[in-house]
C-alpha cells in the first residue's frame, strides 16, 4: 500500500509567537509614545528654566538699580532731616522771641550803627539777599545748590558721556537756578594721582531768576523780630558774610540794612546791579567784598 503524500509545511508562525510578537509590537508603540511625550516636556521644561532665568537676571538688574537709588535717596533725606532738625532749633527759638516781642509790643529791632571801615575781600560762606523795588528777599542760595548737587549725582552717569550740561533746579522760596556743568580734564599730577582717565564735572556758571510773586519785606518789615530777613540772620553759619545784590531803586534800603546787619556782628558787602540785570555768578568771577 503507497503513504500518503505529505502536506507541506506552513510559513506562519505558531499562534503562542504571533501573539507574544504583537505584544512586544504593542508595547514598542507605547514606549515610542511615552518618549515623545517625554521629549515634548523636557523641551518644555528647558523653556521655562530660559525663561525664569532671563526673569531672574532682569530681577536683579532692576534690584540693583533700586538698591543704588535707595542709597542715594537715603543721604539726600539724611542731609534734609539735618538741615530740618537744625532749622527746628533755629525757629523754636525765634518763636520764642517773637512771643516775647508780641507780649511786650515791642516791634522794630533797635539798631546801632558799626562800620567797618576798610573793604576787604569776603572768604567762606556767604548769605545772600535781594533788594529791589525797595523791599528784600531771601535768595536760598545753599538750598538750590544742594539740590543742583543732588540733580548731579542722578545723572552723573549721563554727563559723563557730554562735555556740558545745563539743568534747572526750584523753584524754593520763589526763586529758579539755571546752571550749567562742564567736564573738565584733570592735569597729569592729577591724573597720575586717580588714575588715567578721571575727570571732574565744575559747575561753569549759574543764574537766578525771581519769580513774580518773590516773599520780599520792606524796612520796617525786614527789622521785626521773626521775620523772614531776621530768621536768616539768625540761621547764618558762624562767621558766614551777607552779601546783598542791590538794584538802582534800594540803595536807601541797602543803608538801613547794613547797619542792622552791623549791629549783629556780620560783615556785608554789596553787589550793585543795573536795572534788569539778573544774579549771576561763575567759579571764575570776583568774590564779594565785606566791610
Known amino acids: 500500500m503507497a503513504a500518503a503524500p505529505l502536506e507541506p509545511e506552513s510559513n506562519e508562525p ?53 538698591r543704588k537709588e535707595l542709597d542715594v535717596q537715603t543721604a539726600h533725606l539724611a542731609r534734609l532731616q539735618q538741615r530740618l532738625g537744625d532749622r527746628k532749633e533755629v525757629l523754636t527759638g525765634l518763636l520764642a522771641e517773637f512771643e516775647e516781642a508780641r507780649q511786650t509790643q515791642t516791634p522794630v529791632t533797635q539798631l546801632k550803627h558799626r562800620l567797618a571801615p576798610i573793604s576787604q575781600e569776603v572768604q567762606g560762606e556767604e548769605v545772600h539777599f535781594r533788594l529791589y523795588g525797595n523791599r528784600i528777599s531771601v535768595i536760598p542760595l545753599a538750598q538750590l545748590v544742594e539740590r543742583v548737587k543732588f540733580q548731579l549725582e542722578r545723572q552723573k552717569d549721563w554727563i559723563a558721556r557730554h562735555a556740558k550740561h545745563e539743568g534747572t533746579v526750584g523753584p524754593v522760596d520763589g526763586y529758579t537756578l539755571k546752571y550749567v556743568v562742564e567736564r573738565q580734564q584733570l592735569t597729569p599730577m592729577q591724573e597720575r594721582k586717580l588714575g588715567y582717565g578721571a575727570y571732574r564735572i565744575e559747575l561753569s556758571r549759574w543764574e537766578l531768576i525771581p519769580d513774580a510773586e ?30 546783598f545784590w542791590v538794584y538802582p531803586d534800594s540803595f536807601g534800603l541797602y543803608r538801613t540794612l547794613q547797619e542792622a546787619a552791623h549791629a549783629e556782628g556780620f560783615v556785608v558787602a554789596a553787589r550793585p546791579l543795573p536795572e534788569g540785570a539778573s544774579i549771576q555768578g561763575s567759579p571764575h568771577g570776583s568774590r564779594s567784598a565785606g566791610q
Open 14 to 66: 505558531p499562534p503562542e509567537l504571533d501573539r507574544e510578537l504583537q505584544a512586544i509590537q504593542s508595547e514598542l508603540a507605547e514606549l515610542h509614545s511615552q518618549n515623545a511625550a517625554s521629549d515634548a516636556e523636557m523641551k518644555k521644561i528647558r523653556t521655562l528654566y530660559t525663561a525664569a532665568q532671563e526673569d531672574a537676571s532682569a530681577a536683579d538688574q532692576a534690584a540693583a538699580r533700586r
Open 214 to 243: 518773590v516773599p520780599a519785606e520792606t524796612s520796617d518789615q525786614a527789622l521785626r523780630r521773626g521775620s523772614r530777613f531776621a530768621i536768616a540772620l539768625q540761621a547764618a553759619p558762624e562767621r558766614a558774610a551777607l552779601t
